[in-house]
């Protein structure tokens, strides 16, 4: 559409299906994209990266499939990303610490793999990461040792 004025939209729990618009691009104010408990499938789109109002984006409970994109780390005033129980791809980017405003990261259940990148404790807010369920390698102490400021891990598998 053209709703280029939009701040809040939230679609969450309904039985919407397919794709994830691509036009959802067009609303360069958009501060909360909240697209939760859906059946949502199919990668999250590249035209997002355009939404840099963003401050809550919340897509958990989808069907949403490859990789986790790393233009996410463009989002500088993103205080949420929730990803969580979707059959996302690949490895976490190391971008996500470009997030300077994030507080809450959730990606868990999914299918991510590799090392959890020590970038992502540079943004000086992060307090909460939910990581469990997926299927992430490497040693904590590499990892989590620049996280002071979180108060809360969850990497249960």
């Known amino acids: 559409g053209n709703l280029t004025n939009l701040m809040f939209l939230s679609i969450s729990n309904n039985y919407l ?8 691009s067009r609303c360069t104010n958009l501060g909360v994209l909240q697209l939760s408990f859906n059946d949502l ?8 990266k355009n939404l840099v109002s963003l ?6 409970k989808n069907r949403l499939t490859g990789p986790l994109p790393s233009w996410i780390g ?3 005033n993103v205080d949420s990303i929730l990803l969580g129980s979707n059959h996302l791809t690949g490895r976490l980017p190391s971008d996500l610490g470009n ?7 959730s990606i ?11 970038e992502l404790c540079n943004g000086k807010l992060l307090s909460q990461l939910s990581l469990n369920d997926n299927t992430f390698t490497g040693t904590i102490t590499d990892t989590f040792q ?6 809360e891990i969850h990497l249960n598998g």
């Open 17 to 24: 299906n397919g794709s994830i618009p691509s036009t959802l």
């Open 41 to 48: 499938s199919g990668p999250i789109p590249d035209s997002l």
């Open 55 to 60: 401050v809550g984006f919340s897509i958990e």
């Open 74 to 76: 463009g989002w500088k």
């Open 99 to 105: 997030c300077s405003s994030l507080r809450v990261l």
């Open 108 to 118: 868990e259940d999914n299918l991510l793999t590799g090392p959890i990148p020590s």
């Open 146 to 151: 620049n996280c002071r400021q979180v108060s």
